[in-house]
Structures are given as structure tokens and as C-alpha cells.
């Protein structure tokens, strides 16, 4: 076996991406920035019990482990950001009033979350914490996508869905924890003969509307139509009423600025920590969501302050596949010259107006091919000029 091959999954960033992928994030970390999101960088590792704070388990999984040598305690590499930037929010800003972050940095997981996806992502997002308002939804969403617009992702397809409309049915039938969890599991993966099996348990438990209701959630997806079917068929719980105007709500203003909008009411992913409205945002040629987010205004409790809260974060090595990157830009050519004021002086200028001068060492004049330069400076009467190669 070659020692220099890498993990599966796992894989190096070239010259040309990663410069690439380096010029977005800036770009998307600056217009978070003038937003008013602040920058904040947690550490890749951390204590488990901090990492799965609020997230009702569904990193536990994802989450590579190892023994802390000091202290004993079992230590995880983050896979997720969020629950980082919850507990700074809620332990070490410790703010009362609308605390705005970003942040961008890899997370490692044990397993891809798809067949084309790395165990590396490089994410990157911004959280909104101590705003319950729909106002705060929308502020995010918006920043997403602008944040994929500055990506490169022309063609976006924004699907919104509300996790209160399942809740609102269990809630108002009284179902059980644990049936509960069986019935997300199914929707969750689409059984649709294994809902319809738990919905037979439902037989004496609730009545005939909320089971039918329960069946109908698959099929709620697609254009604005599915909000006035699900008025029609659903039961009139309050939290799903408010669910629905509020996607309502949110998807006039958000309508214009993608290229296709539509609703899933059985999008239930993340369901153990999501409290409101979800979104995930699609690109030509992926099959895997570009950008997801949503409301979850109970994890910062774990921390000892309950803030409300709703973000989105998104992999910057996934995004860059879907963008042709330029090619790596060409440099100018100097030749080594010991102690050559002049010169010094004016690779300096060029420098510092974000030119590549690369300097050809002693030795290495038959390599110039290399070092990627197509002009070269020359001294033509005592002024340095630049030539083409």
C-alpha cells in the first residue's frame, strides 16, 4: 500500500480551486461582515458534550472521537459549526439583544453525507441569535442567498418547509414520544407503507382527520398551490396555521430573487433541534443542497441561555465544483540579483499592487516554465519595464 495515499473521502486542494475557493470566502466572509455579522473562529476541537449540546444527537455519528490525554474526557472534532457559535453566543457574549456571527473553517466527518460529497467540508455561515420575529428568517435567507450569488450560483431553487406542521400534528393528536419518533422516521425516509402502517396504530389513539393528515405530508410539495391544499386538508391546529403564514409570508419576498421556489411540509431534517421555518437551496448540476438553515431557537439552552435563532451554512469545496475556476493567474518574472536596489524596489511596487513576481533562483534558469510567468522585467535604459515572455 502507498503511503502517500489519502483516506477515502479525504482529498488535497489544487493550486487553481483553492485559490478559488480562498477569493469566496473572502468575498462571502466581507458581505456577512458589512451585514453586521461579526467574525468569530472556534477551535476544531472540543469536548463531545459541547458539540452535541442541542442538536438531539444527530452529530453524534457524524463526529470522529478521540481520549483526551490531560483530563481523560472523550474530545470530538466538530462537525457542525453551529452548535460552536450557540454556545459562544449564549456563554461568552452572553448579550441580551440581537448578536449577529459568521464563520468559516473545515469540519471533518466520519462518513460523507453523499456519494459526491467530501468528509472535509469547508463551511461557512451566519447565525442570527435573540430575534423571534419572521423579520430574522428573512434577513438570513437573504443573506444566503446573496452569499451564493457572490459564489457564483446563478440559478438557485429555494425549497422552504416548517417543522411546527408535523409538531402541530403531533401535538394537537396527543401521539406519543416514541411513536413520535417512529412516524419522523418514516416521513423522514419516505416510507410511505411504513407511515401508513403507524398511522393504523393511530386508529384508537386520535381521529380520522389528523391520520389522514399524517399520510398527506409526503405529498405536500411543490408551488404556492400547496399552501392553499394543505388550508384545505389539514386540521386547524394553531401551530400549523401559523406555520403556513408564515411560509406564506416569507416566500412573496423571497420569490423574486431566486430562479423556482417551492415547499416541502414533510421536510423534517433536523428535526431534533429545529423549532420553525427550514430552507435549503439547490443549484443546476447538484443533487445535494447547496446552502441549508433554519430556526432553532432551543439550542443555546444547553449553554444556560434559551435564544431564539435561525441560520444557514454551506460548503465552499461543494460550491466550487459547480463553478469553472479561472485559471491560476500568471505572474511576472525576476531575475535573481543580489543586492540590487532598484530592483528590490521595484518588485516591491509590483507587489504591493497584487502583482506575482516570482523570483527565478540561480540555477533553475531552464525551469522557467514552472513557475507560471508570461512577462518578464527588463531594464531598458536604466527603468525597469515589464516584457512579455
Known sequence: MRNWLLPEYIEDILPAEALAIEATRRRVLDRMLVHGYQLVEPPMLEYVESLLSGSGGDLDLRMFKVVDQLSGRMMALRADMTPQAARIDAHLLNRNG??????????????????????EPLQ???????????????????????????????????????????????????????????????????????????????????????????????????????????????PDFPEIQTALNELESVASELSPLVDTLSFDLADLRGYQYHTGMVFAAYAKGCPNAVALGGRYDEIGKAFGRSRPATGFSMDLRELSGLVKPAPYPKGVLASYKKSDKSLDKEIERLRSEGQIVVINLPGHQNDQDALGCDRQLVMDQGVWKIEKI
Not at 440581537?98 to 468528509?119: D, E, F, K
Open 98 to 119: 440581537v448578536t449577529r456571527l459568521c464563520y468559516a473553517g473545515s469540519v471533518l466527518h466520519t462518513v460523507p453525507s453523499g456519494l459526491t460529497r467530501t468528509r
Open 124 to 234: 461557512i455561515g451566519a447565525e442570527l441569535y435573540g430575534h423571534v420575529g419572521l423579520e430574522s428568517d428573512l434577513e438570513i435567507q437573504q443573506l444566503m442567498l446573496q452569499s451564493l450569488s457572490i459564489a457564483g450560483i446563478t440559478q438557485i431553487h429555494l425549497d422552504l418547509g416548517h417543522v411546527a406542521v408535523f409538531r402541530g400534528l403531533v401535538k394537537g393528536a396527543g401521539i406519543s414520544n416514541e411513536l413520535e419518533t417512529q412516524l419522523f422516521c418514516a416521513l423522514q425516509s419516505k416510507d410511505i407503507s411504513g407511515l401508513r402502517d403507524l398511522c393504523d396504530q393511530l386508529d384508537k389513539i386520535t381521529d380520522k382527520k389528523v391520520r389522514h393528515a399524517l399520510m398527506l405530508l409526503p405529498e405536500l410539495y411543490g408551488d404556492k398551490k400547496i399552501l392553499e391544499d394543505a388550508r384545505k386538508l389539514l
